[in-house]
């Protein structure tokens, strides 16, 4: 693998076809039309969204929310949250 930032020349083929099919199936789940090669035709709302779907699926966030008695108002409920985000590790 290429050890250049901002560039995936040296990429696996097998890891790049799984790459696009990954791109493809993002764009689809929103709704983006994504051809074989050149995009240069879509907005940058497309393709961020296609991007920002492709990250939602890598690193997925999971909320947990619940109500509890308030502790500074008897009575009364607040609701807690908690957000946990799974952070993929890199080797070097």
Do not use: W
Not at 20 to 43: H, I, P, Q, W
Not at 48 to 70: E, H, I, N, W, Y
Request: glycine share 10%; net charge positive.
């Amino acid at each position: 693998m290429s050890t250049q930032n901002g560039s995936n020349k040296g990429m696996v083929p097998e890891a790049r076809a799984a790459m696009d099919r990954f791109k493809m199936e993002a764009a689809s789940e929103v709704g983006v039309n994504l051809k074989d090669g050149y995009n240069g035709d879509l907005t940058s709302r497309q393709a961020g969204s296609v991007g920002g779907q492709m990250v939602k699926k890598m690193c997925p966030v999971r909320t947990l929310q619940f109500a509890r008695a308030d502790r500074t108002a008897p009575g009364h409920q607040t609701i807690v949250t908690y957000r946990a985000a799974f952070l993929l590790e890199q080797r070097a």
